[in-house]
DNA sequence: CTTACCATGTAAGGCGTTACATGATTCA
DNA sequence: TGAATCATGTAACGCCTTACATGGTAAG
């Protein structure tokens, strides 16, 4: 064993990352990354559970089993063994950074559906990045106000990460589009 | 069947998209995906492969057996049931845009390992993006001079997203750590 | 009363990489 | 002669999402 990998689930740190902020649910852990790391990380239940249960499994995390009100729930708490583990993660080299972005495919055989799908494709991309970047502001004003928190800091580079490039991306969609529209100027006539 | 998904597995597409330009061999394509779509595609001979089996299955693309000094080589060729295929996924909303950056959860648990490993981890990740430039300006480049073959214009357009994207990437990290150090700084004279 | 949210979990299966396996040719 | 590149492919397996399954509580 250990042979192959070394590499990948990264779900393991992400989930002691935030226990080590705060103990938490699995629910809680789902909310926490669909609202600060969705821009750059997402995670389903069935990726977050089965991985909680491993941690504990390995002593990384405990799980403290209470009922409020009737309602189970599972808090689990980082242990000093995750701590370290989490540390030696954040340490190490070799971070892997993954862009898959299908409106570029599209983008790039543009030639085979034409200047008008294209700026079509470029259009709905604009409008997912409009839609994405007010959240960003409102929690980079938010975390602006709370630097006493060490963890804030860090939290609120991400987000200054997010904003800078939705904003380069907003540049390259106007520019993109208005490179098509001047191919199409250049045609004027040609469409009834 | 057809009941899941409705999503996922764009290595179809990525093969037509490419055999829609010039007709080439599983080898070449990969080649291709490497030179021109590494920045925001990836894909291995693992499912180039027996994607092109699953294609010309589908008679989407045709398989042309050659052999050129003796070294045989596979030739496909898109269909026009492929191409089909190809215009309608071009021409269909809902473009799945993913951005996975362990970089990025570095520095927002950068709080559970201090401020200088977060600016190493700031570090190694300009230096990436910094040796990736080159290539992208390169391109840029070579494809302004080459206007007049209609695929390079689109071409043309996703280069220019990665060169902007990396340019606003280098900025952040800048600011980023502009703001790390000062934090040190104020803190001077408590290390030894 | 019914919708939304809280809460936990499993099963199936798609997707894609890594590693392995093989062998020819080209170039230094 | 040995390294790099050309060229094709498979097996194993890790990762993760989707869909399913269940049930309680809060709010309108």
Known sequence: MERKMANKKKMDQVILGLLSHESMSGYEI????????????????????????????DKLVTKNQTS????????????????????????SSGARDELRYETLLK??????SGM????????????????????????YQNLEGLQEEETHKFYLLTVMFGIKTYN????????????????????????E
Chains 1, 2 share one sequence.
Request: one cysteine or more.
């Open 116 to 139: 008008y799908n294209t700026i079509n494709q470029i259009n709905e991309f604009e409008r997912k990045i409009e839609q994405s970047l007010p959240m960003l502001k409102m929690a």
């Open 168 to 191: 380069a991306y907003l540049e390259w969609c106007k520019e993109a589009k208005q490179m098509l529209e001047s191919e199409v100027k250049g045609l004027e006539g040609d469409e």
């Open 107 to 112: 983008v790039f055989f543009g030639s085979e």
């Open 30 to 57: 789902k909310k926490r990354i669909d609202m600060w790391l969705t821009f750059f990380w997402n995670a389903s239940y069935g990726s977050i559970y089965p991985t909680l249960n491993e941690l504990e499994q």
């Open 68 to 91: 409020d009100k009737g309602r189970n729930k599972n808090i689990y708490a980082i242990t000093d063994a995750g701590k370290q583990h989490l540390q030696k993660w954040l340490e």
